[in-house]
């Protein structure tokens, strides 16, 4: 056997290669969502995330990882509003009219969220809560379709499980598109 040293170039070349490879393999597991009756099109970064079918008034999707509500879980909702709305506008709704609601809530104050760029403009924002004594979290992703439309990706679960998926949302909120 013929033993030789490698170069520093031949281990840069190497190295480049092997995450290359490692990188492709990440992104096969993307998974494309859609349906017939779907309006819009997501990537789910890994085969972690589920799709579920709740039925009520309406056939709704929803998402949650590792098949636990707590570990992380997603629901998308449109909304409709007046000309002017802002995502703010948005938030403080839902956080007067379904957030507050929830045991443990921090309101959020002067919070003003933080700027998204995605396929779609918008703005994210965060919010804590407890549940069965639990720590919990949720971030909001609004996203803006036009000047009456956006579409609301919220985000829940476990507050230490949720921030580990912190890059998985912002790559879904950042892959949503209408068809």
């Given at each position: ?5 490698i ?15 490692v ?9 494309t ?5 779907i ?6 970064p890994?085969?972690e ?25 997603l ?11 802002t ?16 045991p ?47 579409h ?28």
């Amino acid at each position: 056997m013929i033993v030789r040293e490698i170069s520093l170039r031949e281990l840069v070349v190497l190295t480049i290669v092997g995450l290359s490879l490692v990188s492709v393999n990440g992104m096969a597991q993307t998974q494309t969502f859609t349906r017939e009756r779907i309006e819009y099109v997501l990537e789910l970064p890994s085969p972690e995330w589920q799709v579920i079918s709740r039925l009520d008034v309406h056939d709704h999707v929803e998402f949650m990882y590792e098949g636990d509500r707590e570990s992380g879980y997603l629901r998308l909702r449109k909304n409709k509003v007046s000309a002017g709305t802002t995502e703010e506008d948005l938030f403080r709704y839902d956080e007067k009219w379904r957030l507050q609601s929830l045991p443990g809530y921090i309101v959020c104050g002067e919070c003003k969220g933080e700027k998204f760029i995605g396929r779609l403009p918008g703005r994210v924002f965060a919010y804590e809560y407890t549940s069965g004594g639990r720590a919990m979290a949720g971030r909001i992703y609004y996203l803006q379709i036009d000047s009456r439309t956006f579409h609301t990706l919220h985000f829940s679960g476990e507050r230490g499980k949720l921030d580990n998926l912190r890059s998985q949302m912002d790559s879904i909120a950042g892959s949503f598109r209408l068809k």
